[in-house]
């Protein structure tokens, strides 16, 4: 079946020719603001819209359109609408974004609260769900106690988006790295399914300390790349030799009791003095 275009619509000539009330009109909108006159446009019969220019600095390439409606068989018009509209070099504001497409990884700040859709891709249920409150708190201790935990998504998208930042193996402190976090007395693994690619950087010196790593990621600041000596032992004591190198000869130059060397028979001299 063949589709045919409605045929165009003459102006009518007495709502066509209503210049001074359609400018009147949008005048009272916009005072001082309505410029020299566009043209018009027939809507349908007897309907037509004025166009003006705009000069609001605001509004640079808008017109303000007013449509005028003649009654059968009248000869006035009558004011149907007074709306701005944009022109062809009309500064638009870009096309509207969900907020939930628009956030950045950043943009939330102290006291905002980001909510999480009921079916959002990276998380999944837990099947934990129950009114008793025993095995509510018995889950809760061993860490069951969550609603939803991420999905195999949610983890694809997480370690895709980790391993791909700043600190991933692409990153330029890992280029020229001496060797992997792997490796690193300070890395500390993940638990669950990312254990095997992601930890946390514990070395207070190190760039990323605090934050996720990749497996493959490193700096300067590994423990191996450069040990620290153990201090020496310490040297033995120095001896000064020359406070004993000469050892003077004592020469006995006289007896006891003032006798002549050799005059004392050793038995006199070993006995005790005082003795006859």
Not at 69 to 83: C, F, L
Not at 160 to 180: F, I, L, N, Q, T
Request: negative net charge; glycine residues 8%; proline residues 10%.
């Amino acid at each position: 079946m063949d589709v045919v275009a409605p045929a165009a619509v003459e102006p009518d000539e007495v709502a066509a020719a209503a210049v001074d009330p359609a400018r009147l009109a949008a005048e009272a909108d916009a005072p001082g603001l309505v410029g020299e006159h566009l043209g018009v446009d027939a809507e349908e019969q007897r309907v037509v819209t004025h166009y003006f220019a705009s000069l609001d600095p605001a509004y640079r390439g808008w017109r303000w359109a007013v449509t005028v409606v003649r009654a059968p068989r009248s000869k006035a018009v009558t004011i149907d609408d007074v709306v701005l509209l944009p022109g062809s070099e009309a500064v638009l504001a870009p096309e509207w974004v969900p907020w939930s497409d628009r956030l950045r990884p950043g943009d939330l700040g102290p006291g905002d609260l980001l909510p999480t859709e009921a079916d959002d891709p990276r998380l999944a249920p837990t099947f934990l769900a129950t009114d008793d409150a025993e095995v509510a708190e018995a889950a809760f201790e061993l860490g069951l106690g969550r609603q939803r935990v991420l999905s195999f998504e949610g983890r694809f998208e997480a370690a895709e988006r980790w391993y791909a930042g700043e600190s991933g193996p692409e990153a330029a402190v890992a280029r020229v790295a001496p060797a992997s976090c792997a490796t690193c007395g300070f890395f500390v693994p993940l638990a669950g399914a990312l254990r095997q690619a992601f930890g946390a950087c514990a070395n207070s010196f190190a760039p990323d300390d605090g934050k996720v790593v990749a497996v493959d990621h490193g700096c300067g600041a590994h423990s191996e790349a450069v040990v620290i000596p153990s201090a020496p032992p310490p040297p033995p004591p120095l001896i000064d030799e020359s406070a004993y190198d000469v050892v003077a000869e004592i020469e006995v130059v006289g007896g006891p009791l003032g006798h002549e060397p050799g005059s004392v028979s050793d038995a006199e001299a070993s006995e005790p003095l005082g003795h006859s």
